[in-house]
């Protein structure tokens, strides 16, 4: 017959059962709240810095009368400098928004992944060369597979210039790409400080950098490997780092050949 009931009835259960999933709701929202705020207070602190440098130099330059051209000059280089590293925050950031939308934002086409892995080392071989460093690529075969080239560039775009950054004098880095019958793996190995294993749980961070000071100077965002993380994982595919301090990291890459788009 007919009810007034309605389907999901009140009853203690259920209500309780209601209950608790709301807060477990409403705990995932402030979670997910939180971490958009940190996110955005960290932006704002990344693209301050280079700004107030910016302020400051020319604070300075304006406050001296007759300024010599070669003091002139000093400080148009540093506030040059400064404009690149703003400039690279937001490039960086975008990318990574960019990224953070769907993997139906995908561009996928079929690429000789060793063409690609080597046209990022020739674009990257002239600072391997001003960091007195040595960038080899071994090829184990022909590899064809079906990825977002950009994308992908990017990821190892990213991991070879930090095996190049973070290195030391006359340091080595080696990629190495091979195959099996599902994957592709890209190795990017390195000579370089190594990082903490405190730190190894961290480094995919956005903002993360194992040193503030020194990642500073050598000049990163602490962008660079939450790019490739989430580049990878819209290609399901997966990375893996292995790091001794003052020996090296080696950094894994492994994507399957063929893009599927289904759990
Ligand atoms: P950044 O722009 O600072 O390089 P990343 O997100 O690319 O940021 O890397 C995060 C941090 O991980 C870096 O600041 C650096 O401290 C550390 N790191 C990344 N790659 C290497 C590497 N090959 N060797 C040593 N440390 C590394």
Redesign the pocket.
């Known amino acids: 017959g007919y009810t007034d009931e309605p389907i999901i009835g009140p009853n203690f259960l259920e209500t309780e059962q209601i209950i608790k999933a709301f807060n477990a709701l409403l705990k995932r929202m402030k979670v997910l709240d939180d971490s958009r705020q940190e996110f955005v207070s960290n932006v704002s602190h990344e693209l301050k810095t280079p700004i107030t440098s910016m302020k400051v130099l020319a604070d300075s330059l304006l406050a001296q009368e007759n300024v010599p051209n070669e003091v002139y000059k000093d400080f148009m280089v540093d506030i040059v400098s400064e404009i690149d590293r703003e400039d690279k925050i937001i490039n960086d950031l975008l990318s990574l928004v960019k990224m953070d939308k769907t993997s139906a934002d995908l561009n996928i086409t079929s690429v000789d992944v060793v063409e690609l892995v080597e046209i990022v080392c020739k674009r990257l071989r002239p600072i391997a060369v001003k960091h007195n460093i040595e960038l080899t690529l071994e090829s184990k075969r022909a590899v064809t597979a079906e990825i977002d080239e950009v994308k992908i560039s990017l990821v190892v775009m990213?991991l070879v210039e930090?095996?190049i950054?973070?290195n030391k004098d006359k340091g080595q880095v080696k990629v190495e790409v091979d195959a099996d019958q599902q994957f592709f793996v890209v190795k990017v190995m390195?000579t370089?400080?190594?990082?903490p294993k405190e730190s190894l749980d961290h480094?995919y961070e956005r903002f993360?950098?194992?040193?503030k000071s020194r990642?500073r100077q050598i000049g990163?965002?602490?962008?660079?490997?939450?790019i490739v993380r989430n580049a990878i994982l819209m290609h399901r595919g997966t990375i893996d780092v292995d790091s001794e301090v003052d020996k090296g990291?080696t950094f894994t890459v492994k994507i399957p050949l063929i893009y599927t788009n289904q759990k």
């Open positions: 990213n930090n095996a950054k973070y390195d370089g400080m190594g990082i480094i993360y950098r194992v040193e990642s990163g965002t602490g962008l660079g490997l939450a990291t």
